[in-house]
């Protein structure tokens, strides 16, 4: 493999979740992007090639203790693996889920999330919502 396929990306801007539908969440800032296949205009990345890749989020709200909110991966814009929603912890409601994903090349994936309660504020920098993944090796 002489190219390597990895990104990081976070939400640098304000942006909602909200209750009765998931919402995509757009990591809209770049960390890294090695080998260019992350969007941030739509929070999406795309497999340049079939095989296996690990991805994680962590999608933060700001909030009381009472509030939560639940994000999931969508692959291909279907729901594949939903993250545990966190009560707030000093007013902050998160989720969080890694998982390792068999791609064909053109497959994407993006997050999306989804308040429990009522509208919150999705947490914006580097340390809050952050969406990240790379190539691990070919499928079997």
């Known amino acids: 493999e002489t190219t390597p396929v ?11 979740a909200t209750t009765g539908a998931d919402r995509l969440v757009n990591f809209n800032t770049e960390l890294y992007d090695l080998g260019s296949n992350f969007d ?12 296996i890749y690990s991805f994680s989020f962590r999608v ?15 692959k291909n814009g279907s729901e594949w693996a939903r993250g545990l929603d966190y009560p707030a912890v000093s007013g902050v409601p998160s ?3 890694a998982v390792d994903m068999s791609l064909s090349a053109s497959d994407y994936v993006q997050v999306y999330v989804r308040a429990v309660t009522t509208t919150l504020a999705i947490a914006t920098g ?3 919502s952050t969406f990240c993944g ?3 090796c ?3």
């Open 60 to 74: 933060a709200a700001t909030g009381t203790t009472t509030n939560r909110i639940y994000a999931s991966f969508h």
């Open 126 to 128: 580097a340390s809050q």
């Open 134 to 136: 790379h190539y691990v």
């Open 40 to 51: 941030t205009a739509t929070g999406k990345f795309t497999a340049p090639k079939d095989g």
């Open 138 to 140: 070919p499928a079997a």
């Open 95 to 97: 989720s969080s889920l």
């Open 6 to 16: 990895a990104f990081s990306a976070y939400v640098g801007s304000a942006q909602n």
